[in-house]
């Protein structure tokens, strides 16, 4: 069964520094991997995922994670943070041999953008 | 394109009332699924249902119940409403067999329901 752990619950940079937001996963298998970000009251919105292409994943917003199969990591980057960054964001598996979509969430990293 | 559509947004309810929270897409995507959200736990898995006919459940199933007669809707019933059930509760869907195919699962903008 796949799990995914996210190292940080929160997170506060300044405005204009660089972002990390760490996620490390375990899977059977070789996974789909995902960021989706969400802010208050609102609904999920897809960041990056990653799909066994490319490891170095472009997403949404200058955002960027790399896969890291060695390490088992999917980190989420960004090189300069804005104040509309400030939401949570979670770090999501798919193991394809489970049928129907389902997805494993981390428990979520809220991100504060210091001004 | 209204993508996923979910409603009540917001709802109280009293312990032991029954409720449906309603989910649409007009996407035409096979798979659909019912999550919900809790503080520090991120989003697990209710029911899930693979087509038209089809449910399953997910991690958390209990005291909650899915149909699926038609492709676009899916909704989730609270037999008994629990304080332990205030949460907030996102419908999903997407087009395909999985990610891998490169199919993105979009979410619904969630419904707050606070059980008293």
């Known amino acids: 069964a796949q799990s995914v752990t996210q190292l940080d619950s929160h997170v506060s940079v300044s405005e204009g520094t660089p972002v990390l937001l760490r996620c490390n996963y375990s899977s059977s298998y070789s996974p789909s991997l995902f960021w989706y970000v969400q802010h208050p009251n609102k609904g999920l919105q897809l960041l990056l995922k990653?799909?066994?292409?490319?490891?170095l994943v472009k997403g949404i917003n200058g955002f960027e994670a790399e896969f890291k199969k060695s390490e088992t990591s999917f980190h989420l980057t960004k090189p300069s943070a804005h104040m509309s960054d400030a939401a949570e964001y979670f770090c999501?598996?798919?193991?394809?041999?489970?049928?129907?979509?389902?997805?494993?969430f981390g428990a979520g990293t809220i991100l504060r953008v210091k001004s | 394109n209204a993508g996923v559509t979910q409603t009540p947004k917001f709802q109280v309810l009293k312990t032991g009332q029954s409720m449906t929270l309603q989910c649409a897409q007009d996407?035409?995507?096979?798979?659909m699924s019912w999550y919900r959200q809790d503080p520090g736990m991120g989003l697990r898995l209710i029911h899930y249902s693979v087509g038209a006919g089809i449910t399953d459940q997910g991690e958390v199933p209990n005291g909650y119940n899915v149909s699926r007669s038609t492709t676009e809707d899916f909704p989730l019933r609270l037999l008994s409403a629990a304080p332990s059930q205030t949460s907030v509760y996102f419908c999903?869907?997407?087009?395909?067999?999985?990610?891998?195919?490169?199919?993105?699962?979009?979410f619904g903008e969630g419904s707050w329901l606070t059980v008293v």
């Open positions: 996407m035409n995507h096979e798979y």
């Open positions: 999501v598996v798919s193991d394809e041999e489970e049928y129907g979509n389902k997805l494993v």
């Open positions: 999903a869907s997407s087009y395909g067999q999985g990610p891998r195919s490169g199919n993105t699962i979009y």
């Open positions: 990653y799909t066994s292409a490319a490891t």
